[in-house]
């Protein structure tokens, strides 16, 4: 942590100052009780408590990620429904080459790729930083369109299951008109999978969001993670995969509760 | 969905008429979608694996050069008959580099998968088996690696171990086994169940003779489908990683870093990024559709597990 | 079975193929009947003898690998395959109705019945907005469901098997349709329950003047329910005519058989006598009679053609046997 020329009478006063002459167990136990109260010690490089720096680039990853879903969810089940009704149809064949080539594609190469195309060559987008909604949109997509992907095929799975069920025929049978079957009936019943399935892509997400932000130099907790790493920075890192672990597991709750929601035959278990 | 054009050919109404199928009734029926689309692109997708298998473990048939040797008179230059896929910063051809890429990327993935995957296996059928404690406590660890999304939990621990290929393959395994584990694990609490197994308890077998004789082949069909959807994504985990520096360290080449190298160069020398990542995407898309169609054909019951 | 103005439902010739793994059979094979007001059909053969096809054919509803190949189903005196998709939409639901079997399957878990029998008010034209509970409510008391205002909140999986299937009866009966196509209905309810149902549907039938196709293979239920009849199998009808003549007489050995497989408390103790045999497989049919493996009068001749339709001018039905048709020979 220390810069090299540091002497060895500089390393005793840190350790010291950091209480790290103290014997292991004290030391463990006062890590855990600093935890517990949301303290993770100082970030050596920041001079700020490493908590508030995490909180700080929270929410540009935030932005980034939450973008990112509205793009997978967004772009993942229309097409996954179209494949599912028109199965085996060109249409379905393209929906299918959509998916298979974008779960191809790591979400780092994309953002790449997309840099080279349209910053470099056409020269329409910014290469990184933050600024406007013209920032947002590359590292978005990029980060976005793997997910897309999987949506895609969830959601063509699961419709095409669910049409085949009796309940689709009785609505045909009832006369009602093909949008309503889709749309009311069928997706009511396939969506159940694919809200699991959003809210797990929230993990992946965030893990690609590092890669993305890095490509991008998008200021969020990823690339902080990323540079505390690298510098050695561990108060940072601790604080920020803490943060995201307690988040993860807030979001799973949630999402249990949201399928509770929409399943009335869980609600009355 | 619904049958929508039909013909109201209509046949002289009697009873009596009995009606011999005629070559007019094959023409109007919906020609039935052929799969021959789904076939041909599996075909390629084996073939383009095999290709790349192939320079993987052969790169000198492939590839004339070395992957670090410099020629300083030779320096990014575009793909051309000397060099397929150009050449960088230093002069080093990028063909060959990124064969070399894809091997230590291919070898790293395999294992990686292999060990998670044994692992794995080996915990969710102990975990099956014994339930109780056992299962507790092998579930809770489980959730300990479910907690954190893979890339972060693999940052984290390179941080903690430092990075060199060995320990690549360690933090890869430790970020992926609980997957394997908690699938495996399923399928062996519904196999625990069942007539041969508790025969084979009944006979006397000692629980590793069941566990390994009675419930291990069972599964071993959706073993081999998790494995190879896994590899697809254990690939992409070891490109970030490299490409964000904690992965594979230079000089050895790897599809990752090979990317990375490039950034600087997307005005100047697209090719530096953009052919050895295109070469990322091939593994991994010829990967993903092996291990779909294989899941189509062993295990239709994972068909919707994620 | 008398040809006469009153009829509801013609259907002629009717032909449909389906594309299967190992080839294109014809599901129904020149399937003829009427049907007129007020009456019922019933619809009677094992499984896999085109009756479940036929129902699907007549309401336009096959799936996607299978199409009408010819033949002709007039409803109310004009025919349905030339129909456009719109067309039919708006036919079924009204004039049209259909009862599935299952009645666990049948109803969309994740709406309420309310819902559910509303719809068939919201999206055919006839009903104002505000109407439509007023009218669900009276229906959903026509079928019996008791404390139907509560039960209009309440989802599927609260119901029984039995009052699944009023339910789906009160979604088909709700713009009283001139046609109900009953497919096994009350196969998989308890016996006690299937009576109430198709009581339940003789009702409402004598009600309404709506004809019902009542599909089956219990023949008890046809005896008790239905006015005429029609035997199909391996995809063509073998006998048809009204139930007293056809029961009292039956003149395809098929029919024979299956008459004297039931078992019956009152007789003497006979020994049950199931058929022998396996339909046939419908990619690999014979040129001859398709019951003549199984067939206890089958002759050379049975072998070498398919029976001829000899029809008995009467009663409108007929049969399809050279052995013993009357006039056949």
Known sequence: MLPPEATAADRELLRRSMGLDQPLVVQYLRFLGDLAVGDFGLSYRFNQPAMSVVLERVGHTLVLTFTALGIAVLIGVPIGVMSAVYRDSWIDLTGKLFAIVGQSAPPFFFGVLMIAFFSVHLGWLPTGGTGGLQYLIMPAIALGWYSAAGTMRLTRASMSEVLEAEYIKMAKIKGLPQRVIIYKHALRNACLPVITFTALQLGVLLGGAVSVEAVFAWPGLGFLILKSIEDLDYTIVQAAVTLIALSFTAINLLVDLLYAWIDPRIRYD | ?306 | ?329
């Not at chain 2, 040797?69 to 030779?74: E, G, S, V």
């Not at chain 3, 509801?8 to 049907?35: K, M, P």
């Not at chain 3, 293979?217 to 073998?238: K, T």
């Open chain 3, 1 to 329: 079975m008398v040809t006469g103005v009153s009829d509801v439902l013609q259907v002629e010739n009717l032909t449909t193929c389906v594309a299967t793994r190992n080839g294109i059979i014809t599901a129904v094979d020149n399937v003829s009947f009427r049907l007129s007001r007020g009456s019922t059909l019933g619809l009677v053969g094992e499984s896999g003898s085109g009756k479940s096809m036929t129902c699907l054919s007549i309401q336009r509803l096959l799936p996607s690998n299978s199409v009408v190949a010819a033949g002709s189903i007039r409803f109310k005196g004009e025919d349905l395959l030339t129909k456009t998709p719109r067309q039919m939409e708006a036919i079924r639901g009204r004039e049209i109705g259909m009862i599935l079997q299952d009645p666990m399957t049948s109803l969309n878990p994740v709406f309420t019945v309310g819902q559910q029998v509303g719809e068939v008010f919201r999206y055919h034209k006839g009903t104002r907005p505000r109407d439509i509970r007023t009218k669900v409510l009276d229906v959903l008391k026509r079928v019996r469901i008791p404390a139907p205002a509560e039960r209009y909140h309440s989802y599927p999986h609260q119901f029984s098997g039995g009052m699944r299937q009023r339910v789906s009866i009160a979604i088909n009966i709700g713009n009283h349709p001139d046609l109900l196509i009953a497919d096994e209905p009350t196969t998989a309810l308890d016996v006690t329950v299937q009576l109430q149902i198709l009581h339940l549907l003789r009702e409402i039938q004598q009600e309404s003047g709506m004809a019902i196709i009542f599909v089956t293979h219990d023949l008890n239920l046809v005896a008790r329910f239905c006015d005429d009849v029609a035997v199909m199998y391996a995809g063509r009808i073998v006998e048809k005519g009204p139930v007293k003549t056809v029961f009292a007489d039956p003149k395809h050995p098929y029919t024979r058989d299956l008459l004297s497989a039931i078992p019956r408390i009152s007789k003497s103790r006979d020994r049950l006598r199931p058929i022998p045999g396996q339909p046939p497989v419908m990619t690999n049919l014979p040129k001859g009679c398709r019951f003549e493996p199984r067939c206890r009068l089958a002759s050379e001749r049975c072998r070498a053609a398919y029976p001829d339709w000899v029809e008995q001018k009467e009663t409108g039905g007929g049969v399809a046997c050279w052995e013993t048709a009357v006039g056949a020979k």
């Open chain 2, 1 to 306: 969905m619904t049958n929508a054009g039909t013909p109201a050919k209509s046949r002289p109404a009697t009873d009596a008429a009995m009606v011999a199928q005629s070559a007019a009734v094959l023409t109007v029926l919906p020609r039935r979608r052929r799969q021959w689309a789904q076939s041909a692109l599996v075909f390629v997708a084996a073939a383009v694996l095999a290709l790349i298998l192939s320079a993987a473990m052969l790169p000198w048939a492939f590839s004339r050069y070395e992957p670090n040797a410099m020629d300083l008179m030779a320096t990014l230059q575009a793909p051309s008959l000397e060099h397929l896929f150009g050449t960088d910063a230093l002069g080093r051809d990028i063909l060959c580099r990124s064969i070399y890429g894809a091997q230590i990327s291919i070898f790293v993935a395999a294992c990686a998968v292999f060990l998670a995957g044994a692992v794995g296996t080996a915990l969710g059928i102990l975990a099956a088996y014994f339930r109780g404690a056992t299962d507790a406590i092998i579930m809770r660890l489980a959730d300990v690696q479910f907690s954190l999304p893979a890339v972060i939990l693999a940052m984290f621990l390179v941080g903690a171990i430092g990075a060199s290929i060995l320990n690549l393959i360690i933090v890869l395994t430790l970020a992926n086994w609980a997957r394997f584990a908690r699938v495996i694990r399923s399928e062996a609490l519904s196999l625990r169940t069942r007539d041969f197994v508790l025969l084979a308890e009944l006979a006397g077998a000692s629980p590793l003779r069941v566990m390994v004789r009675h419930i291990a082949p069972n599964i071993l069909s959706s073993l081999i489908v998790l494995a190879t959807l896994d590899v697809g994504v254990i690939v992409i985990l070891e490109a970030t990683l490299s490409f964000l520096g904690l992965g594979i360290r230079p000089p050895d080449p790897s599809l990752g870093t090979l990317i990375a190298d490039g950034r600087g160069y997307l005005a100047t020398a697209w090719w530096i990024s953009v052919l050895p990542g295109l070469v990322l995407m091939s593994l991994i898309l010829a990967c993903n559709t092996l291990g779909d169609y294989l899941r189509d054909r062993l295990s239709p019951t994972l068909a919707m597990k994620w």
